[in-house]
Nanobody, 115 residues
Framework: QVQLVESGGGLVQAGGSLRLSCAASGTTFNINTMEWYRQAPGKQRELVASITSGGNTNYGDSVKGRFTISRDNAKNTVYLQMSSLKPEDTAVYYC?????????WGQGTQVTVSS
């Protein structure tokens, strides 16, 4: 059973930083591409960042230069370091992976950036 558990969200002032974590279990973590998505109220879920098993990364245009995705295969954990946060980064952040053609999602963690 694949499980993804996000943590690290919270309330932060604009310009601040947060680090999100996503702990995976029941997955072939070492070979999976891991992704972070976010969904703000009234908006569609959007891709924030992704990292392949080889460490190649990709970022959404709105977070390039401010967010960094990384992974620790020994801990089956993927991270999202968020810096220079803006109020428009406020959203629920979700961890995602696809395994054997099925997508798995965590429960999400709320990030709120105050102006």
């Amino acid at each position: 059973q694949v499980q993804l558990v996000e943590s690290g969200g919270g309330l932060v002032q604009a310009g601040g930083s947060l680090r999100l974590s996503c702990a995976a279990s029941g997955t072939t973590f070492n070979i999976n591409t891991m992704e972070w998505y976010r969904q703000a109220p009234g908006k569609q879920r959007e891709l924030v960042a992704s990292i392949t098993s080889g460490g190649n990364t990709n970022y959404g245009d709105s977070v390039k230069g401010r967010f960094t995705i990384s992974r620790d295969n020994a801990k089956n954990t993927v991270y999202l370091q968020m810096s220079s946060l803006k109020p428009e980064d406020t959203a629920v952040y979700y961890c995602n992976t696809v395994q054997f053609f099925r997508a798995y999602w965590g429960q999400g963690t709320q990030v709120t950036v105050s102006s």
